[in-house]
């Protein structure tokens, strides 16, 4: 046996990275309105578990319920997996306004792992280092 063949790379196919989280999911269908939970979610889609029929293919209109805020969303549904009484599905998202997606933007960078100084932050400190400036400046020139 060739140690080679032997031996397959996987490599990551995503383009963004998948948060696992359960956000309550609102959609509109048939009729009535539908609860579903995301299972995880990315920049380019997400995975939802749901207690109704889902096909590949379809088109879904819906609300994500994170952080307490309601995010507009539209999708095409990937791939379907049946379980007993549940379906597990995985969507891309199709373009919807700039506003949504500011919002899905915000609420993904809340999930991400690294840390981002929030703006005031920065001018506090850029205030500091500029007062300190002014009064090194200050200090220079009284005793010239």
């Known amino acids: 046996m060739n140690s080679k063949n032997a031996y397959t790379e996987v490599t990551e196919k ?4 998948r948060f696992p989280v359960s956000n309550t999911v609102f959609c ?3 009729g009535r309105h539908i609860t579903m939970r995301t299972q995880n979610i990315s920049f380019g889609g997400l995975r939802l578990e749901a207690n109704l029929d889902l ?12 952080n307490g805020i309601r995010i507009h969303c539209k999708g095409k549904i990937l791939a379907v997996e049946d379980l007993k009484n549940k379906v597990h599905a995985r969507l891309s998202f199709t373009p919807t306004s700039d506003s949504e997606y500011m919002k ?3 609420y993904l960078d809340t999930l991400s792992p690294r840390k981002r100084i929030p703006f005031e932050k920065v001018i506090i400190v850029g205030l500091f280092f500029l007062s300190a400036y002014v009064g090194y400046l200050i200090i220079c020139a009284y005793f010239r």
């Not at 995503?14 to 990275?17: A, I, L, T, V, Y």
């Not at 096909?55 to 994170?66: Q, T, V, Y």
């Open 104 to 106: 899905l933007s915000h």
């Open 14 to 17: 995503r383009k963004f990275p």
């Open 28 to 30: 509109f269908r048939y």
């Open 55 to 66: 096909r590949a293919g379809e088109s879904l209109d819906f609300n994500i319920l994170a």
